[in-house]
C-alpha cells in the first residue's frame, strides 16, 4: 500500500503563514476572538467535560455548568494569554487552567449558575455521557492521559464529520461511506474484504482501493488543518502531527 493510501502519507511542506486560534483569540477583532474561541471550545469541550465527570467526580449537571462556566470565563479573562509553548502542551496548558479554576470556585463556594447568561454553542452533553459509560474509566493516575486520549478522540470525530460534510458536497458520498465501512469499523481486527465491499457497493475492487486512497488522503488533510488551528506555531503542530501520525507531516 502506497502512502497516499494511509493517514501517515505524503503531505505538502507546512506553510508559511497560518491561522491559528490559540493566537486569534488574543486578537483586538472582536469577531475574530469569536471564531477562535468556537474552534477551541469544538476542540476540547469533550475532554474537558469528561475529565471533570471523572477527576473531580461531579454530577452530570455540575459538569456541565462547569465546563460552559470554564469557557466562558476563558473568553472573558483571555486565559490563553498565558500560554508558552515552549513550557508545556497547549493541551496540558488548558488541563492547568481547568483544574485551578474549579479549585478556585470549589474554595469559593460558588453555587451560582456558572457562566451567568452567557452561551458559547450547543453542546451534546448526552453523547459525551453516552461516550463515559461505554467505556472502562481510568483511576485517577491516569488522568493526564486520560484528558489526552480525549483529545486525540475529539479532534478524530471532528475530522470525520467534516470529511463527511466534504464528500456529500463533491458527490462523493460512496468513498465516505466506503473509508467509514473499512476504517472506521468497530471490528478494526476483522474489516470487510474488498471483494465483499465491492459486491456490496456494485463496484469494481479496484474502485474500492482508489475510494478509500480517496477518502485517506482527504481525511489526513483535514485531520492537519484541523490540528493547525489549535497549535500556535510550527514547532508545536509538527510535535503533535507526530504523536499523531507517527512520523513528521512533511
Not at 471564531?35 to 469533550?46: G, H, I, N, P
Not at 458559547?120 to 493526564?144: C, H, K, T, V, Y
Not at 473499512?182 to 465483499?196: F, Q, T
Request: charged letters at 30%.
Amino acid at each position: 500500500m502506497s502512502d497516499d493510501t494511509r493517514i501517515g502519507g505524503a503531505e505538502e511542506r507546512f506553510p508559511q503563514t497560518r491561522w491559528s486560534a490559540i493566537v486569534a483569540a488574543g486578537s483586538s477583532d472582536s469577531n475574530e476572538r469569536t471564531r477562535a474561541y468556537e474552534v477551541l471550545v469544538a476542540s476540547y469541550w469533550k475532554p474537558v467535560y469528561k475529565y471533570i465527570r471523572i477527576k473531580w467526580g461531579k454530577s452530570n449537571e455540575d459538569a456541565k455548568d462547569i465546563t460552559q462556566g470554564f469557557f466562558t470565563r476563558v473568553m472573558e479573562k483571555d486565559f490563553f494569554q498565558g500560554f508558552d509553548p515552549a513550557r508545556a502542551r497547549f493541551r496540558t496548558f488548558l488541563r492547568t487552567c481547568l483544574d485551578r479554576y474549579i479549585s478556585n470556585e470549589m474554595k469559593a463556594g460558588n453555587r451560582q449558575k456558572r457562566g451567568g447568561n452567557a452561551h458559547i454553542a450547543s453542546l451534546d452533553f448526552e453523547n459525551a455521557e453516552g461516550e463515559l459509560s461505554a467505556r472502562q474509566l481510568p483511576d485517577a493516575q491516569s488522568m493526564d492521559e486520560f484528558f489526552d486520549q480525549e483529545w486525540l478522540r475529539s479532534l478524530f470525530a471532528l475530522a470525520i464529520e467534516a470529511l463527511k460534510e466534504f464528500c456529500e458536497k463533491k458527490g462523493k458520498m460512496q468513498q465516505f461511506q466506503i473509508f467509514e465501512l473499512y476504517d472506521l469499523n468497530p471490528d478494526s481486527a476483522n474489516p470487510p474484504a474488498y471483494s465483499e465491499i465491492a459486491s456490496n457497493f456494485e463496484i469494481p475492487v479496484t474502485q474500492v482501493t482508489n475510494y478509500l486512497a480517496f477518502a485517506r488522503r482527504e481525511f489526513r488533510r483535514i485531520l492537519l488543518d484541523k490540528l493547525r488551528d489549535i497549535t500556535i506555531n510550527d514547532a508545536e503542530f509538527r510535535n503533535e502531527a507526530r504523536l499523531i501520525l507517527g512520523k513528521d507531516p512533511e
